[in-house]
């Protein structure tokens, strides 16, 4: 599960960059999103890929002395990733109204504003 | 007394909160009402930067005795949940912030906020989040409040429209949200290698660690120092800023000042903690004279005032880093005061600018463009812009002798970006250099004092002669100039950043005291950790319940 999901990241993160620095703006938006979601992916890693167990200790758990934390999963990076994923829609979304606002001055996708000469 | 005293630590966040949030629910043609607000906010939160002051010196030892606040949010002990930590140089920045804010409102207020975007509220959240940043003893709260006014910032950068303003926004945004990126995975890379998030946490846990996970550990915070280094303008990575700053309109440019610092403050503050320094200090040293020499080739080459100021941005980036990567404990309080004197300088010149610009007729459509079409954001979309009250916005009285006034402040702007005496610039180079040569014997290689000397005094020649020969051209020229109204509400906030940095000199030996505590408490975290991590029993101690 770890090398499908690390190549998972770095497929995202490798496309990402390189959409990121092409020329039109709905590229380099797309970038944006995949290297996104390349972070939020490495963000839930962080907390150690685990199956089948819960972030939160259920009673019985919680009521006995002794916890093995090995038996759950890390909660905060779930945290960590639910906050990053709405700030980064909301900075997607702003991107996106600036983006066709240019488009919509310049009459062209290019990040710069006009063609580049031939 | 003492309980409620703690409080005003969160006061400089939830402040501008409220008030920009209340501000959605005032109607756009009610003006002075939505201004009223805003300045009751700033002013309150000025005052909370100077009571934070107050109460984390020397003079005030009754409430927190280390000179360290420590204000747990949600009531849970630290290294669990999330706090608010004040120190001494938080306290600086928040004041500083508060200054800023306050001066570039009061500018704004004439004729800058006219409609279009929610202006008051977006500068209000803007200083929340310089504030947030400034106060945070989380890592990860950092990344919000970075969030929080990168958002406000693009919505303020944006004002007053015009193709190059777009353009440039696109830039802006792109360039930041690509920062932000590197932010988390810095984040995420030390979480993963520590398990904990919070600042004073992070110190203990990373001197824990193994040699082989210490590497990984590395690798965050270098990442996470590249992406405080977008923020902060320095080299390579800052070719977007003189054109962003330079092209937002001037309360704007002003309160982009304070966040160029606030990159550098979190570098400050991790360095320390973290004890970074070893590793980074090399690189910080040349990628500060990088900088430093981009400014400066920048300014001799700049033909507009504006951009000018913008390049100016990257010379005190360039000499705070190269300063701080020779890594001489002695030299980080000039560092501070360098700070404070660079961010009211940056306010006042683009304050500055803002003005000057209406003293040519005829400018290039790049930068006369702004304000007095409605914002073709709104034609783009073909939704009409809102209509207001007094459009125009001919607010204030007009005072006599502009272009004698704008003189004189051109000249106070020049001598503390260039550092000559008798205003603060002077006396933050002199004290930086002298320290650094002073310590030399003992501490680093003498080769890096002597570049950083050179290169410090060589931008502030270059500074001096891009100045003066801007200046002439503004001031002197006689063909093509219009003396333009000016508005006192304009000009009181600057002259009030005049007054301030002379103050700054005339009692520079009081806020010298003050920064040096500032420094040593940096350097010496052990009261900020022992502060943060104790508030666990602290705040248990009452909660046992006696059976």
Same mark, same amino acid.
């Given at each position: 599960m770890e090398l499908v999901y690390a190549l998972g990241i770095g497929i995202l993160a490798g496309s990402g960059v390189w959409l990121l620095l092409r020329p039109r703006s709905f590229q380099v938006l797309m970038g944006l999103m995949l290297l996104s979601y390349a972070t939020n992916l490495f963000i839930f890693g962080m907390g150690r890929l685990a199956q089948h167990a819960p972030p939160i200790l259920d009673a019985a758990a919680a009521a006995s002395d002794s916890v093995d934390p090995m038996r759950y999963a890390d909660p905060v990076p779930q945290a960590l990733v639910l906050t990053a994923i709405v700030i980064g829609f909301a900075t997607t979304a702003l991107f996106l109204v600036v983006l066709l606002a240019l488009r919509g001055q310049t009459g062209t996708d290019h990040v710069d504003g006009r063609e580049p000469e031939e | 007394m003492n309980a409620l005293l703690r409080h005003i630590v969160v006061l400089p966040v939830l402040l501008p909160l409220l008030a920009g949030t209340l501000m959605f629910f005032v109607a756009e043609a009610r003006r002075s009402l939505r201004i009223s607000i805003a300045l009751a906010s700033v002013l309150a939160q000025l005052a909370a930067g100077a009571a934070l002051l107050y109460l984390t010196s020397d003079a005030a030892p009754w409430i927190w005795p280390e000179g360290v606040g420590v204000y747990p949010v949600g009531g849970w002990p630290a290294p669990f949940g999330i706090v608010l930590v004040v120190d001494r140089l938080a306290a600086v920045m928040v004041t500083l912030t508060g200054i800023v804010s306050l001066s570039a409102l009061v500018y704004s207020a004439t004729r800058w906020d006219r409609p279009g975007q929610p202006f008051h509220s977006l500068l209000q959240f803007l200083t929340m989040g310089l504030n947030g940043a400034f106060l945070t003893g989380d890592l990860f709260n950092l990344f919000v409040f970075f969030e929080v006014l990168l958002a406000a910032s693009y919505g303020l950068m944006l004002r007053g429209g015009g193709t190059e303003r777009i353009r440039l926004g696109l830039h802006y945004v792109a360039v930041n949200l690509t920062g932000s990126v590197l932010f988390l995975v810095g984040v995420a890379l030390i979480y993963g290698m520590t398990g904990t998030l919070n600042m004073a946490d992070l110190a203990g846990r990373a001197a824990m660690l193994d040699p082989h996970e210490r590497g990984l550990f590395d690798a965050g915070a270098a990442v996470l120092g590249i992406a405080f280094l977008i923020k902060a303008g320095s080299w390579p990575l800052n070719f977007w800023l003189p054109g962003t700053y330079?092209? #937002?309109?001037?309360?704007?440019?002003?309160?982009?000042?304070?966040?160029?610092?606030?990159?550098?403050?979190?570098?400050?503050?991790?360095? !320390? %903690?973290?004890?970074?320094?070893? !590793?980074?200090?090399?690189?910080?040293?040349?990628?500060?004279?990088?900088?430093?020499?981009?400014?400066?080739?920048?300014?001799?080459?700049?033909?507009?005032?504006?951009?000018?100021?913008?390049?100016?941005?990257?010379?005190? !980036?360039?000499?705070?880093?190269? #300063?701080?990567?020779?890594?001489?404990?002695? +030299?980080?309080?000039? %560092?501070?005061?360098?700070?404070?004197?660079?961010?009211?300088?940056?306010?006042?010149?683009?304050?500055?600018?803002?003005? !000057?610009?209406?003293?040519?007729?005829?400018?290039?459509?790049?930068?006369? &463009?702004?304000? @007095?079409?409605?914002?073709?954001?709104?034609?783009?979309?073909?939704?009409?812009?809102?209509?207001? @009250?007094?459009?125009?916005?001919?607010? *204030?009285?007009? %005072?006599?002798?502009?272009?004698?006034?704008?003189?004189?402040?051109?000249?106070?702007? #020049?001598?503390?970006?260039? *550092?000559?005496?008798?205003?603060?610039?002077?006396?933050?180079?002199?004290?930086?250099?002298?320290?650094?040569?002073?310590?030399?014997?003992?501490?680093?290689?003498?080769?890096?004092?002597?570049?950083?000397?050179?290169?410090?005094?060589?931008?502030?020649?270059?500074?001096?002669?891009?100045? &003066?020969?801007?200046?002439?051209? +503004?001031?002197?020229?006689?063909?093509?100039?219009?003396?333009?109204?000016?508005? +006192? +509400? @304009?000009?009181?906030?600057?002259?009030?950043?005049?007054?301030?940095?002379?103050?700054?000199?005339?009692?520079?030996?009081?806020?010298?005291?003050?920064?040096?505590?500032?420094?040593?408490?940096?350097?010496?975290?052990?009261?900020?950790?022992?502060?943060?991590?104790?508030?666990?029993t602290r705040r248990e101690a009452p909660a046992e319940p006696a059976p």
């Open positions: - | 330079s092209i #937002a309109i001037a309360p704007v440019g002003a309160l982009f000042a304070m966040m160029t610092k606030v990159g550098l403050y979190a570098i400050l503050r991790l360095g !320390t %903690i973290l004890e970074e320094y070893e !590793t980074l200090g090399a690189a910080l040293f040349f990628i500060g004279l990088a900088s430093l020499a981009t400014g400066a080739i920048g300014m001799l080459g700049a033909k507009h005032l504006a951009r000018l100021v913008g390049y100016s941005v990257l010379v005190s !980036t360039g000499i705070l880093l190269s #300063a701080l990567g020779l890594r001489i404990e002695a +030299l980080t309080a000039p %560092i501070l005061f360098y700070l404070v004197v660079s961010a009211i300088t940056t306010c006042l010149f683009f304050l500055l600018t803002g003005m !000057t610009d209406r003293t040519r007729q005829a400018d290039p459509a790049l930068f006369a &463009s702004d304000d @007095e079409e409605p914002a073709p954001v709104y034609a783009a979309y073909g939704i009409k812009a809102p209509s207001v @009250e007094g459009g125009d916005g001919d607010v *204030g009285v007009a %005072i006599p002798a502009v272009m004698a006034f704008l003189g004189m402040v051109f000249a106070c702007c #020049a001598l503390l970006v260039t *550092g000559l005496p008798p205003l603060p610039g002077f006396l933050a180079k002199f004290s930086l250099l002298a320290t650094a040569l002073a310590a030399t014997p003992a501490g680093a290689a003498p080769k890096e004092v002597w570049l950083l000397a050179v290169a410090v005094l060589g931008s502030g020649l270059a500074g001096l002669i891009a100045l &003066s020969r801007v200046g002439m051209r +503004l001031f002197w020229s006689v063909a093509a100039r219009q003396t333009p109204r000016l508005r +006192l +509400l @304009e000009a009181a906030p600057v002259g009030m950043l005049v007054l301030l940095a002379g103050g700054l000199a005339l009692f520079a030996g009081p806020v010298n005291t003050y920064l040096d505590a500032a420094a040593r408490s940096l350097h010496r975290p052990d009261a900020y950790l022992h502060a943060v991590l104790s508030l666990e």
